[in-house]
């Protein structure tokens, strides 16, 4: 008797660990997974906080950094249903998403401002040349070039100390690009960090610190950091990063695009379709909510279109935006064709 009474008393347990399973199952929170760019992600996690609070919690945005190189390997073997981008996705990764049969969708939210930034203690270099940057961060410089006089005979005759984006973040990409004429050609004798605040603490505590990171960045450590006005040599003089500056196009070549890209598949999810259309329809107000350059309301409405009618691929060929307008990035957008896989 006593051993009946055992299995019946296990049958009973065994029977309620199903019930509170299949529970457990049917009410399981939908998560949607996000990550990449350490420049983005304010936006995208401003945009993430207020639709779980929208949904009443019924859905967990996940959003994490680890650079925009970073985020499109996990994007591409189909790991994270969002990447978030500081540049457009290169060659190699759209060949990584089509071998994976990974669509997206690309989504242009903002423009930033690259923001070259000294110590304010600094009175020498308030302004700078992009020639002058070049001669800093080029790969020849290294072991060479290590003091401002090097630069320009009127500064002193101190070593710097830069700071930097880490080798799998799109800054450091769009960077070395509009600066050095390469992406990711650069010297190695930097700090460099995925996480920004790191940059903005290192330049902050050493009188002789230079270093370059995201508008949004700077902007909220303006008691901390000072931006340089950088001259392009093309007759504009030295302009530092504002929102006029961007709009008009006279800040380059650091005002750049930033993008979310959207897995396409994941996105007949009814959660994810909901969460990019809550994105785009409350973008302008998320984006100045964060100090980033919003694109005008049109280009939302655009994009949410492109969303919903599954515009997959990319208008810029696995190649980088140096040097492009708001305008400029509009009229691109607005192509009837992608260049696809």
């Not at 859905?59 to 650079?67: A, F, T």
């Not at 970073?70 to 190699?92: Q, T």
């Not at 005002?255 to 996105?267: C, G, Q």
Request: with cysteine.
């Amino acid at each position: 008797m006593p051993q009946l009474y055992n299995l019946k008393l296990l049958s009973k347990f065994l029977l309620l660990g199903a019930l509170a399973s299949a529970t457990s199952i049917a009410t399981a929170q939908p998560t949607i997974k996000i990550d990449g760019s350490s420049t983005v992600y304010p936006i995208t996690k401003a945009a993430a906080d207020k639709f779980e609070i929208a949904k009443k919690d019924t859905v967990k945005v996940s959003v994490d950094i680890s650079g925009s190189g970073g985020g499109f390997k996990k994007f591409c073997r189909g790991e994270i249903d969002i990447v978030n981008a500081s540049r457009p996705i290169l060659k190699n990764e759209m060949k990584d998403c089509k071998d994976s049969r990974v669509q997206y969708v690309e989504i242009p939210i903002a423009f930033d401002a690259l923001t070259v930034a000294v110590n304010p203690e600094n009175n020498w270099s308030k302004r700078m040349t992009v020639a002058e940057l070049k001669k800093i961060w080029e790969p020849a410089a290294q072991g060479k070039i290590t003091k401002w006089n090097q630069i320009n005979p009127s500064w002193p005759d101190e070593a710097f100390k830069l700071y930097g984006a880490d080798a799998d973040s799109g800054t450091y990409d769009y960077f070395t690009e509009a600066i050095v004429g390469k992406a990711r050609a650069s010297r190695s004798d930097f700090t460099e960090s995925e996480n920004d605040n790191v940059l903005v603490d290192g330049v902050a505590s050493n009188k002789n610190a230079l270093g370059f990171f995201g508008f949004a960045y700077y902007i909220e450590n303006e008691n901390k950091v000072s931006a340089v006005a950088v001259d392009n040599g093309k007759g504009k003089g030295a302009v530092l990063p504002s929102a006029e500056t961007v709009e008009n196009g006279s800040y380059q070549p650091l005002s750049r695009p930033i993008f979310i890209y959207v897995n396409a598949k994941a996105a007949e999810q009814p959660e994810i379709k909901e969460f990019v259309e809550f994105y785009m329809k409350n973008a302008l107000l998320l984006v100045k909510e964060v100090k980033f350059f919003p694109l005008p309301p049109r280009a939302y409405t655009t994009m949410l279109e492109h969303f919903n009618k599954k515009r997959v691929g990319t208008v810029f060929n696995g190649v980088s935006a140096v040097g492009l307008t708001i305008d400029e990035l509009i009229r691109r957008e607005g192509r009837l064709e992608y260049d696809n896989y």
